[in-house]
């Protein structure tokens, strides 16, 4: 379908090159006031100001007066194929258990891997699509999926099958990531290194031989995998040519940063937990620092430290961690308020953060993250706002009218 947006109010992320943003780049959002866009067979053809306004007398035309037009959000950290809820455990505690109590107790992530292993791989794939359906209609347009919830071979692997199979229904851009290494099965109680070596020379194998992952990743954490593992495990990913996006200093800095930088990760996410040592360490790195903030409103967390990260002059982005345990949402929305509210990030700085620099963490910049000629056209439209400030501002509200995915309409189709 070919679409001419006319009379946009403020046409926002057009850039005609690709760039991953640092530091003050950060704080520049470069917008088209009073603009028309034209899509044409799913991508984007062309954009100017009304002035320029072309004529298209067989196009269809959409009036945006008042309306804002975004690129969709790219959500780059999520682990939405799950099984089942633990809302008993968010119940524990608020009745004065910890993360790591709970996870102690046999709940977390192992007590999700049991569901997962319970379910069937169509129930697991309907009760996923529906949180993919959600998110595309909350605006998400590209995402990473990563498995973590098996931990047997079978079952990591019906996984990431279901991130493939939502992928080839819903067409937007999925990238998988392998996480076997996101907590220690029961089976291997008091033999940490026998699972990773399991994973390594069981379950990576036929993760890559079916060509289920896009990623390696590893839960780098006190009393899930040390620094040692995550060497081993992203040195094995690089073997089969998969990159790395790592858990780090989500409770505690161990040293994480450190690894993933030297072995050249794509991406370390969460960073609840900054020494001065690990924002340092970023500095002349490829490595992209990605924050999690609805995982520290739901845990109670520090927020990642993004003033300190921008003032480094490194690039940051911003995900949700949708998943059952630490962050049950996916709202890509909420993520960009709370990162002007709780890390005191500026509204260009945080859609910056939710987009071109998110498209960069999961690799997908050619496709997405910006309004660029030739992208796909993944593209917001929102409803009367008075400008793009008001979405971050207006928390936990959702201004968006309808979401466009290559060109056709999610909401309202
Ligand atoms: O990214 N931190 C590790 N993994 C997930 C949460 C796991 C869970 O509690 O289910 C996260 O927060
Ligand atoms: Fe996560």
Redesign the pocket.
């Known amino acids: 379908m070919n679409l001419l947006f006319y009379g946009i109010k403020t046409l926002v992320q057009v850039r005609s090159e690709n760039k991953l943003l640092k530091g003050k780049e950060m704080k520049h959002l470069p917008c088209i006031d009073n603009a028309w866009l034209y899509i044409k067979d799913g991508k984007i053809e062309d954009y100017g100001d009304m002035s320029s306004c072309p004529k298209l007398p067989t196009v269809q035309k959409i009036n945006a007066e008042n309306r804002v037009i975004l690129p969709t959000w790219v959500d780059s950290h999520t ?1 939405l194929v799950y099984a089942g809820n633990r809302e008993s455990e968010f119940v524990d505690r608020i009745n004065g258990l910890s993360y790591a109590e709970i996870a102690e107790r046999g709940g ?2 192992v007590n ?1 891997a049991k569901k997962l292993q319970n379910t069937s791989e169509e129930e697991l794939f309907e009760q996923s699509e529906k949180r993919l359906v959600e998110i595309i209609k909350m605006g998400t347009g590209a995402v990473e999926i990563k498995s973590g919830y098996g931990l047997t071979t079978e079952a990591e692997m019906k996984m990431l099958r279901v991130a493939k199979k939502l992928e080839e229904k819903y067409h937007l851009p999925i990238k998988k990531t392998f996480l076997g290494a ?1 907590a220690l099965p029961p089976k291997f109680k008091n033999k940490k290194s026998d699972y990773v070596q399991h994973i390594i020379q069981k379950m990576l194998p036929q993760v890559v031989e079916n060509e289920l992952a896009d990623y390696i990743d590893v ?1 780098c ?1 006190k009393g899930y995998f040390d620094v040692e593992d995550t060497i081993q495990l992203i040195k094995a990913g690089k073997k089969y040519g998969l990159k790395s996006k790592i ?1 780090v200093n ?1 409770f505690y800095s161990i040293g994480g940063i450190q690894a993933a930088v030297e072995h050249n990760a794509l991406s370390v996410d ?1 960073l609840e937990v900054m020494k001065n040592e690990d924002i340092e360490c970023l500095k002349n790195s490829s490595t992209i620092p990605v924050a ?1 903030p609805s ?1 520290s409103l739901f845990l109670s967390l520090d927020y990642t430290p993004a003033r300190n990260i921008l003032d480094a002059d490194l690039p940051l982005a911003l995900a949700t ?1 949708y ?5 049950p949402n996916g709202n890509m929305n909420l993520i960009v308020s709370l990162a002007c509210i709780k890390m005191n990030m500026t509204p260009e700085e945080a859609i910056n953060a939710a987009t071109i620099n998110a498209a960069y963490a999961m690799e997908v910049e050619e496709q997405v993250g910006s309004i660029t000629k030739g992208k796909l056209a993944n593209i917001m439209l929102t409803e009367e706002i008075p400008s793009y400030s008001f979405l971050p501002y207006s928390f936990g509200n959702n201004h968006i009218e309808e979401v466009y995915i290559k060109g056709k309409p999610q909401i309202n189709p």
């Open positions: 682990h977390g992530i999700s996101h839960f954490e858990h989500q969460h999690l995982c961690d998943n059952p345990g630490s962050t």
